[in-house]
């Protein structure tokens, strides 16, 4: 008897930096998604965020290690910082799959990453390669370019966690010189502080 694919989750993002809300949102997908692990993949140069400067690569990465401590089913994937180039997805996906062709890749995106589906690099390639799964707030209704719709037919719901944080909301409340642990928790705020990060911003 064959064995089933393995559905590991990619959720990709600048994470500058990770925060608790992410944290949230990965242990829903394991949980509702019924993945077999979650694989956090910090975008090495994001072709759609041109408009402000990242924080170094290797803060980010730190940070996400950080979080993900005492978290057995999720890692720490590195291929897009160690990749040159501008950071596309199915680059990634294609890589997984080329590596692991035993594996489900499932991709989580925002309602907000959803709605801009059609700008990204082969997106329609892209959807033939991996399950979607679509974070949503309770009672939010998620909505695609027509466009979208006709190919997503592997789109699931994921219901997003209640929690107003963003990377922004850390970021601002560094330069105001506030407590980010209830944000971020103490490891990362931790990091932050000794690296001086965000002081500027």
């Keep these: 008897m064959a064995l089933s694919a393995r559905r590991i989750g990619l959720f990709g993002g600048s994470f500058d930096p990770v925060h608790l809300a992410h944290l949230a949102l990965a242990r829903s997908a394991l949980r509702q998604l019924g993945?077999?692990?979650?694989?956090?993949?910090?975008?090495?140069?994001?072709?759609?965020k041109a408009q402000r400067q990242l924080s170094a690569a290797e803060h980010r990465a730190a940070m996400v290690a950080l979080l993900l401590e005492g978290?057995?089913?999720f890692e720490l994937d590195r291929s897009e910082l160690d990749r040159d180039g501008p950071s596309?997805?199915?680059d990634t996906v294609r890589a997984w799959l080329a590596s692991e062709p035993g594996i489900t890749p499932v991709l989580i995106l925002g309602q907000d990453q959803y709605a801009r589906l059609p700008t990204w690099h082969q997106w329609r390639e892209l959807l033939g390669l991996v399950e979607l799964a679509v974070a949503a707030r309770a009672g939010q209704e998620i909505r695609a370019a027509a466009e979208v719709e006709?190919?997503?037919h592997r789109m699931q719901r994921l219901d997003m966690p209640?929690?107003?944080i963003s990377s922004t909301l850390v970021r601002e409340q560094v330069l105001r010189g506030g407590d980010i642990k209830p944000m971020v928790g103490e490891?990362?705020?931790g990091y932050i502080a000794q690296h001086h990060l965000y002081s500027e911003y």
Excluded: H, K
Aim: glycine share 6%.
């Design 150 to 152: 006709l190919v997503a």
């Design 88 to 90: 596309y997805t199915i």
């Design 187 to 189: 490891r990362v705020a």
């Design 71 to 73: 978290e057995p089913r």
């Design 35 to 48: 993945l077999d692990g979650l694989r956090w993949v910090p975008a090495g140069r994001p072709w759609q």
């Design 162 to 164: 209640a929690m107003d």
